[in-house]
């Protein structure tokens, strides 16, 4: 969620003039990140622009066979438009990951879900729709991860249409199962159903809640890349907070993931880790961009960031924080500033006296 489910309160529907001509084509653009990820991004009625990165990893098993997994972070917002020169006849997320990295149609999806917002999983929809049309609950060659972290932010079904923010969007809920709880700090590992064997994926996922109890980063160690969600990105989308979202939880996984990008560092001969982000943010240097994340939200929470009141979001007073000029601005209901000023210890960011 960036910038619409805050600041207004309805998307404009999807068949005036404007949208049908700004979806007259495809909707999807895809580019090369690094030599096995590909970053979508996604032309959407809401005006979220999400991202969504695929990685293809390859690995040689004993046999000399080989066996394959799109790793998808992230699903976005469900767009699709009519495709006039394939087969599938429709662009969604779904046959445009198959037509682009997919040829033969039948490699293993492991979706990782950065969190519930809607912008992030609605193109679960189209991904799921050939095995509901099969009268399947969901192929067993889709495999989705979250975080096991607050599993009842998610469970059951009503706490997901709220907290995906789709109820209070007007908006249908994909129905889906978490097929993999995934635990802080620890390297993915998953059972291909077609050829029955484990596959250790250089996949470690990582808990930072913050934006939303749910959120996942995780860290692809062969590229050195970490993807951090909505935790943060950089301007002109404003980093936000929905009332579920917590500074004080925020604040302690951004330190999270700066003690382990900076272990990872370390690593002597191998270049520094880039981070990408849910929105706008793609390959920057992580560290750096860790550091003045942080930095910037010290200086909210000292208010020596220009401060506008907005209007009430779900029904609690709303804040925006920007500088002229700067790397991040921010927006989030009052009453979480104030539970994080109140929680995150004074000494880590008020000025020395
Ligand atoms: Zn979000």
């Known amino acids: 969620m960036i910038w619409f489910s805050s600041f207004r309160q309805r998307p404009q529907g999807q068949t005036s ?3 049908r001509d700004q979806f007259d084509g495809c909707p999807f653009t895809i580019r090369q990140l690094n030599r096995t990820t590909y970053l979508i ?4 009625r809401f005006g979220e622009k999400p991202h969504i990165y695929v990685k293809k990893h390859t690995e040689t098993l004993p046999g000399g066979q080989t066996a394959s997994v ?5 699903t976005g917002c469900g767009t699709s438009a009519p495709d006039n020169t394939s087969k599938s006849r429709e662009w969604n997320i779904s046959t445009f990951i198959d037509h ?13 879900l950065s969190h519930c917002h809607y912008d992030h999983i609605l193109g679960l929809s189209p991904i799921l729709r050939p095995a509901k049309a099969l009268g399947e609950p969901q192929s067993s060659h889709v495999l989705i991860a979250s975080s096991s972290h607050a599993r009842s932010f998610l469970e059951p079904r009503a706490n997901l249409r709220e907290h995906s923010l789709c109820n209070s969007m007007g908006l249908h809920c994909p129905s889906y199962n978490t ?6 700090n620890q390297r993915l590992t998953i059972s291909h159903p077609r050829l029955g064997l484990q596959m250790h994926l250089p996949v470690t996922t990582l808990h930072t809640p913050g934006h939303t109890p ?5 860290y692809d ?3 050195r890349a970490l993807y951090v969600g909505d935790s943060f990105y950089e301007a002109p989308a404003p980093i936000l907070f929905p009332n579920e979202g917590n500074l004080s939880d925020w604040w302690r996984s951004v330190n999270t993931l700066i003690s382990f990008v ?7 001969g191998v270049s520094r880790v880039t981070l990408s982000a849910g929105h706008v943010t793609v390959g920057v240097d992580a560290m750096d961009c860790l550091m003045d994340v942080r930095e910037f939200v010290k200086r909210v929470l000292r208010d020596e960031v220009r401060f506008t009141k907005q209007p009430a979001k779900r029904g609690e007073r709303f804040g925006f924080w920007s500088e002229e000029g700067g790397r991040f601005s921010l927006g989030a209901p009052l009453k979480v500033m104030e539970e994080g000023r109140a929680g995150i210890p004074g000494e880590e960011w008020r000025k020395s006296v």
Do not use: C, F, Q
């Not at 799109?70 to 992230?74: E, K, Q, R, S, Y």
């Open 221 to 223: 160690e062969e590229e």
């Open 41 to 44: 991004r996604e032309n959407d």
């Open 214 to 218: 749910d959120g996942l980063s995780w």
């Open 100 to 112: 682009h990295l997919n040829a033969t149609g039948d490699t293993l999806y492991l979706i990782i």
């Open 262 to 268: 900076n272990e990872n560092n370390k690593e002597k």
């Open 17 to 19: 003039k404007e949208s």
């Open 70 to 74: 799109l790793i998808v972070n992230d």
């Open 179 to 184: 097929t993999i709880w995934t635990p802080h």
